[in-house]
Nanobody
Framework: QVQLVESGGGLVQPGGSLRLSCTASGMLLYFKRMAWYRQAPGKQRELVASIAAGGSTNYVNSVKGRFTISRDNPKSTVYLQMNNLKPEDTAVYFC?????????WGQGTQVTVSP
């Protein structure tokens, strides 16, 4: 059974930084394309950043230049470094494979950007 556990969220002021972590159990990350998703209140869940097994990355335009996704396969962990955070980044952040699997969702981690 696959479990994805996200952590690292919190309350931060605009312009601040956070580093999210996602640790996987029940599967090996080595050959998986992984991604971070987020869901803001009243909005659909969207893919924010993805990283291929080989390390190539993609980002949604709104976070390019501010967010960095990375992975540590031996630790079965995926990270999301978020810099220069904006109020519109406020959301619950989740990790999953890409394309996502509905049975893999964890509880997510709340990120709130507010003065």
């Amino acid at each position: 059974q696959v479990q994805l556990v996200e952590s690292g969220g919190g309350l931060v002021q605009p312009g601040g930084s956070l580093r999210l972590s996602c640790t996987a159990s029940g599967m090996l990350l080595y050959f998986k394309r992984m991604a971070w998703y987020r869901q803001a209140p009243g909005k659909q869940r969207e893919l924010v950043a993805s990283i291929a097994a080989g390390g190539s990355t993609n980002y949604v335009n709104s976070v390019k230049g501010r967010f960095t996704i990375s992975r540590d396969n031996p630790k079965s962990t995926v990270y999301l470094q978020m810099n220069n955070l904006k109020p519109e980044d406020t959301a619950v952040y989740f990790c999953n494979v890409d394309p996502r699997r509905e049975d893999y969702w964890g509880q997510g981690t709340q990120v709130t950007v507010s003065p």
